[in-house]
């Protein structure tokens, strides 16, 4: 007969949240196509999601997903609103935090702004499995800032030069400013799957010969598919309106591929933890 006491299950440790940034360099690589569809895809594997759109100049996370947002991140930033009202609620229970479309000085927080951050973010008091970060284009402060912030930063390339060498600048400030060591890879609108794989490559080539001290992973590829377009002008992630079309299976399956991810060797804490590493980092020195 076991004791009370071995009876007792011990309290559990509070799970940490997985962030991922979804970043790329280059701008309309569809960096918000794989985040919308992945935090969706990812909150319908029932894990606790939210999607924070952080391309603070020309936020559109709220406009893929039809939501009319009552607040945005600024409001909440010049302190007009709570956290739980900034907070709206999109497709599979999936939390999201609208950014401002079209302010500009929210571009660049300030450092006290941040801090306010801080605050709001630590009242949240609902449990998260994970935190998909949407960023914006460019290799900008506060770009560089959300990906070494996050566990995880996720490149999104695409089959143009331009691609290519800003995912490859990015990376190579990243590991060099940042002290970044791992990026995971996702190729979007490739036509086949070898195209994909033979973007990761040369990607991988270039980095180990002239970076060096960075691992890249390959999430996989992402298919240039009409269906997401059609997704896109309907408003509606992609892989809810047409689960079954190409695009819609393969960002499922990265979903899959990224919910198996291995929790980080030390626990990081929860989202408040996110926000105050992001700050710490990103203050000026
Ligand atoms: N797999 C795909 N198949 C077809 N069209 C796509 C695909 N991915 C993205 N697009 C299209 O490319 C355009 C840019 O996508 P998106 O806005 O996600 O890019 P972005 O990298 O977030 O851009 P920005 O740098 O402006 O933030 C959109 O019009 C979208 O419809
Ligand atoms: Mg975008």
Redo the contacts with the bound molecule.
């Keep these: 007969m076991p004791s009370p006491e071995s009876r007792l299950s011990p309290v559990p440790a509070m799970q940490p949240i997985r962030t991922l940034a979804v970043t790329?360099g280059k701008?309309?690589?569809?960096?918000?196509?794989?985040s919308v569809n992945l935090a969706v895809a990812l909150a319908e594997l029932g894990k606790r999601t939210l999607l924070l759109d952080a391309?603070l100049g020309?936020a559109?996370v709220d406009v893929l997903l039809g939501l009319s947002p009552r607040y945005t991140l600024a409001d909440l930033v010049a302190g007009r609103c709570t956290l739980e009202e900034v907070l709206i609620e999109g497709p599979a229970g999936l939390l999201v935090v609208p950014a401002a479309s079209g302010r500009r000085h929210m571009a660049e927080l300030h450092p006290a702004e941040h801090v306010g951050l801080v605050n709001v973010f630590s009242d949240l008091e609902r449990d998260l499995d994970v935190m998909v970060v949407d960023t914006?284009?460019g290799i900008t402060d506060s770009v560089l800032t959300f990906c070494q912030a996050a566990q995880d930063a996720a490149i999104?390339v695409c089959d143009e030069p331009a691609s290519i060498t800003d995912a490859y600048a990015l990376i190579k400030v990243l590991s060099r400013e940042r002290g970044v060591n791992r990026v995971q890879v996702i190729a979007?609108?490739v036509r086949s799957q070898n195209e994909g794989r033979g973007l990761y490559d040369k990607l991988s080539r270039v980095c180990e010969r002239f970076i060096g001290d960075v691992s890249l992973n390959y999430l996989g590829a992402?298919?240039?598919?009409d269906w997401?377009?059609l997704a896109?002008q309907r408003q509606q992630a992609v892989v809810r309106a047409y689960p079954a079309s190409p695009?819609a299976r393969a960002l499922s399956e990265i979903a899959r591929r990224a919910a198996r991810w291995q929790a980080p060797a030390a626990p990081r804490g929860n989202v408040e933890f996110f926000v105050e590493r992001m700050i710490r980092q990103g203050a000026p020195a």
């Design positions: 790329g701008g309309g690589v569809g960096k918000t196509n794989v391309d020309l559109n914006a284009a999104v979007n609108m992402v298919p240039q598919c997401l377009r896109v695009s």
